[in-house]
């Protein structure tokens, strides 16, 4: 079993180090004026040898000027002056660039018509420009996304992991979970809306330090201390701060003039199922531990606090120096 976990270790080690600011391509359509457009994109790098820099593709009715770029951290941007002349059946625009990023969220803003915004996808390269996007087009674009960034930060994963071995059994994983759920629901919604806000790169280090506290908590096994007296509260005090975290990411995908509050709903709806599928995952590793070696379970959540505070550790680093 133990040879098991270091196993599986080694393979979640293999996620992105910059874990929760990787992220998928960022593609912006905005319109200005006489048919003209602005095309802006965003293509997270994931420093592999060969990588394809790609470029979105825009309606057939459109013309695209000179393409410039530029080299950001860990990523790319580029812009492009779009002419577009008249209006065609269903206009589509995308990114056929796939693979190489799991999935491109693509921003529209016409000047006469409500923004919209759709997830791309190596099945679904490609979007249809809608004379006025549908609230069930919303809902349904900003749960998935909340969904993805939730499995797909490695960062709030483990936080949420450590959660569950610090509390390990019962209601008490349950008041823990909710504590976290309604703080970084409550901090998503000020920044989203305006009303607070804090500089992305020391909340991203202060999340990487909170999992270094908590996997801490988790290998000093059964001593008492307030975190474990007390774990909800704990996780509230963090959930304020992982909050932070979501609204950074959301506030790069943007949102939809006029479905502000359906979008922002959805996208937490999504980090929710998100986290409690995976809360549900590892309470169920932990109770097939107990029935069939019971003996183990301390072993495992043991190494499994290590494995966490190790790699909380170098995110913490790499997000201070790097």
Same mark, same amino acid.
């Given at each position: *079993? ?6 599986? /270790?080694?393979?979640?080690?293999? #996620? ?34 060969g ?12 013309? *695209? ?31 056929? $660039? ?43 674009? /900003? ?5 993805d ?11 949420v ?18 504590a ?8 998503? #919604? ?13 909340v ?10 908590? #996997?801490?908590?988790? $290998? ?31 506030r ?10 359906? $979008? ?18 590892v309470?169920?590793?932990?109770? $097939? ?14 190494? #499994?606090? /290590? ?16």
């Amino acid at each position: *079993m133990i040879r098991l976990l270091a196993a599986l /270790y080694l393979l979640l080690g293999a #996620a992105p180090a910059l874990a929760d600011e990787l992220r998928p391509v960022s593609i912006q359509f905005t319109q200005g004026e006489d048919g003209h457009w602005s095309l802006d994109w965003k293509q997270p790098l994931s420093g592999a040898r060969g990588e394809v820099l790609g470029t979105p593709q825009i309606p057939a009715n459109c013309e *695209m000027g000179e393409v410039s770029r530029e080299r950001a951290r860990a990523a790319v941007t580029g812009h492009a002056d779009v002419i577009c002349n008249g209006h065609t059946a269903n206009p589509q625009i995308g990114w056929p $660039a796939f693979p190489g990023q799991g999935e491109a969220i693509l921003r529209i803003g016409p000047r006469d018509r409500p923004v919209q915004v759709h997830r791309l996808t190596p099945d679904a390269p490609f979007a249809t420009i809608e004379a006025r996007p549908s609230s069930l087009q919303v809902w349904r674009s /900003y749960f998935v996304i909340g969904l993805d960034h939730i499995l797909t930060g490695w960062d709030h994963l483990l936080f949420v992991i450590a959660l569950v071995l610090l509390v390990c059994r019962g209601w008490a994983v349950v008041k823990a979970a909710t504590a976290f759920t309604v703080a970084h629901s409550l901090t998503l #919604a000020a920044v989203t809306l305006g009303f607070a806000g804090l500089p992305q790169r020391p909340v991203e280090a202060l999340i990487a330090l909170s999992i270094v506290f908590l #996997a801490v908590e988790v $290998a000093r096994g059964t001593r008492e201390t307030l975190t474990r007296r007390l774990p909800w509260l704990v996780a509230f005090a963090f959930g304020l701060l992982h909050g932070f975290g979501f609204a950074g990411a959301l506030r790069e995908i943007g949102l939809p003039e006029g479905e502000v509050p359906a $979008a922002l709903v959805s996208f937490n709806l999504g980090v929710e199922a998100g986290q409690l599928l995976v809360i549900a995952l590892v309470m169920l590793l932990l109770e $097939a531990v107990r029935r069939l070696r019971p003996v183990l379970e301390p072993r495992v959540v043991h190494f #499994a606090s /290590y494995a966490i505070g190790i790699t909380g550790a170098y995110w913490l680093i790499d997000r201070v120096v790097g």
